[in-house]
């Protein structure tokens, strides 16, 4: 579906940007830990990547307790080659917005390693007003993942049954975009 995108010209890849959102389960099963910020209990993270346009790239699932850090470089190097209009297939993205979550040195100098710009919002020097100006997109589309009702509360004790699903939703959101006038 993203290569179709990417031929209709609606696949904007220079930019990306990087979030996640937590989940909670509804009984404990795989990938599920105890959360930092609700009083320790279970939970899951689904981290997106999405291009300009808010179309996710590439997603994962971790447990709550996993830092954001650690999904960074595993999905900016599982993005796969989009088809463009001029017929060639682009890989990299040029830019990654992400928030303060992915502020370090190590995620700033793995990206410039890859040829991708870093613009992380850096703790007590930058805003997110200035940064969130590219970051919104990606908390729309976890928005739109949060409407299917099989991803906004863990049901699964399987992890891969809950990537299924995800990955199931992002195809949802991908197919809004390709034929709106089906879903």
Known sequence: MLDELGLRGKVGCSRVAIDFSSVRPSRRGGLTGPSPTDKAEAGSKHHLLVEAHGLPLTESVTAANVHDTHELFPLVDSVPAVRMPSGQRKRRPGRLHGDKAYASRK?????????????????????????????????????????????????????????????????????????????
């Open 107 to 183: 995620s700033r100098r793995g990206l410039r390693l890859r040829s991708i710009a870093p613009r992380i919002a850096r703790p007590g020097i930058e805003s997110k007003e200035r940064l969130g100006r590219y970051r919104w997109v990606v908390e729309r589309t976890l928005a739109w993942k949060n409407q299917l009702r099989r991803l906004r509360v863990r049901d699964e004790r399987r992890d891969d049954v809950h990537f299924g699903f995800l990955v199931l939703g992002c195809c949802v959101i991908l197919l809004r975009r390709l034929c709106p006038d089906i879903c």
